[in-house]
């Protein structure tokens, strides 16, 4: 498969699974996406799931429905969370599927930093110095960063 291309199962992407590859200078990620049912309208349409380095699938971002806020058109936007990577989905170029649709980059988070209420921490994980438990506290420390950590302002 093409890569920064993401292959749906339907033109229908609300309901479509899929499977693609991102690849940049920095990391290369084949992903596979599942539609989320919610009635949230903030709620991603889609996971996006990565594979660990021991071959697990984790999610590791997520796809969007937005609105153009001039001609009122969707369009989907994809992020990548652990890479602060953002794109658009579009059609592929010379293609006429349109459930082949290209992950068209236009900028990366500033991942260097972020807010939990009024303290900043950084955004990698940290390891304990001075502590027997090292290992426990990065695993800790992993899923407090994944899960409680809300993005800069």
Not at 19 to 37: C, M, N, R, Y
Not at 45 to 59: A, C, F, N, Q
Request: aromatic residues 8%; glycine residues 8%; hydrophobic residues 35%.
């Amino acid at each position: 498969m093409t890569t920064n291309c993401i292959k749906f199962t339907s033109a229908d992407f609300d309901t479509a699974k899929g499977v693609g590859s991102i690849s940049t200078l920095t990391f290369d990620l084949d992903i596979t996406v599942e539609p989320v049912a919610s009635a949230n309208p903030m709620a991603p349409t889609h996971r996006v799931l990565g594979r660990s380095p021991r071959g697990k699938l984790v999610e590791c971002g997520g796809i969007w429905k937005k609105q153009n806020k001039e001609t009122g058109a969707d369009y989907y936007t994809l992020t990548i969370r652990d890479h602060g990577f953002n794109a658009n989905l579009g059609k592929a170029a010379n293609q006429d599927d349109l459930s082949l649709q290209a992950v068209i980059p236009w900028g990366l988070k500033d991942v260097t930093q972020t807010k939990v209420g009024r303290r900043f921490a950084s955004a990698r994980p940290f390891t304990a110095v001075n502590s027997r438990a090292s290992r426990s506290a990065h695993v800790v420390s992993s899923c407090f960063n994944r899960h409680y950590i809300e993005e800069k302002s």
